[in-house]
């Protein structure tokens, strides 16, 4: 029997196709293809992007001064996100094989292409793959550390919170003494290799 939990979590599955196939009807919009993983753009179109680059110095020359004293302050996040990044990616490598957890795949959340668009100028393609990267570590983070949940401790909270991971809306409500153990057992199922089969290692 579908529970009405199944039924929603269908719905938002079916909604993420629908917004992979309007980004895909969108990028013939914008004339450009994927080839091997990366983003190629018509002849016409690319240079059509360069006249529209606005030039390094006239970028720089309109900076308010407060960007320029935040900037440091912004970039040395990059220590954090490059260690978390190298212990969590560790961390599952280690412990995810003794648990049957299937690794997550780091190159789907960690994407770095927006370099490649010919209409930023050198600093905000650097700002691109500065952003790019430090989110797409949080969601990789995010992802591992929801399977980590999932296995050892599947329990919704007893208030709302803001944001959660993919595994949550399947978690045993928060005081359900005698589901507790079936839902244990079936959360370990979803996110073991068995469950996630079809999705590969890195």
């Avoid at 917004?19 to 018509?42: C, M, P």
């Avoid at 770095?112 to 949080?138: E, F, S, T, W």
Wanted: aromatic residues 12%; glycine residues 6%; hydrophobic residues 40%.
């Amino acid at each position: 029997m579908t529970t009405a939990t199944e039924k929603l979590l269908s719905r938002i599955r079916e909604l993420q196709d629908e917004l992979d196939a309007e980004i895909t009807r969108r990028s013939k919009a914008f004339r450009y293809r994927l080839e091997n993983g990366r983003v190629v753009f018509e002849a016409e179109v690319r240079r059509a992007h360069r006249d529209l680059r606005v030039r390094l110095l006239t970028f720089l020359r309109y900076t308010r001064p407060m960007v320029v004293i935040t900037a440091p302050v912004i970039y040395s996040l990059i220590i954090p996100f490059v260690l978390l990044d190298i212990f969590v990616t560790l961390y599952q490598w280690i412990c995810f094989p003794v648990y049957g957890i299937d690794r997550v795949k780091r190159a789907d959340f960690i994407r770095l292409d927006r370099q490649h668009l010919a209409y930023l100028n050198g600093l905000q393609k650097l700002n691109c793959v500065y952003c790019g990267y430090g989110n797409g570590v949080i969601g990789y983070v995010q992802e591992v550390a929801g399977r980590t949940e999932a296995y050892w401790c599947p329990i919704k909270h007893a208030s709302r919170i803001g944001a959660h991971h993919a595994y949550y809306a399947q978690f045993v409500d928060y005081g359900d003494a005698e589901g507790f153990e079936a839902g244990l057992m079936a959360s370990r199922q979803k996110i073991t290799q068995a469950g996630l089969s079809g999705i590969k290692a890195d």
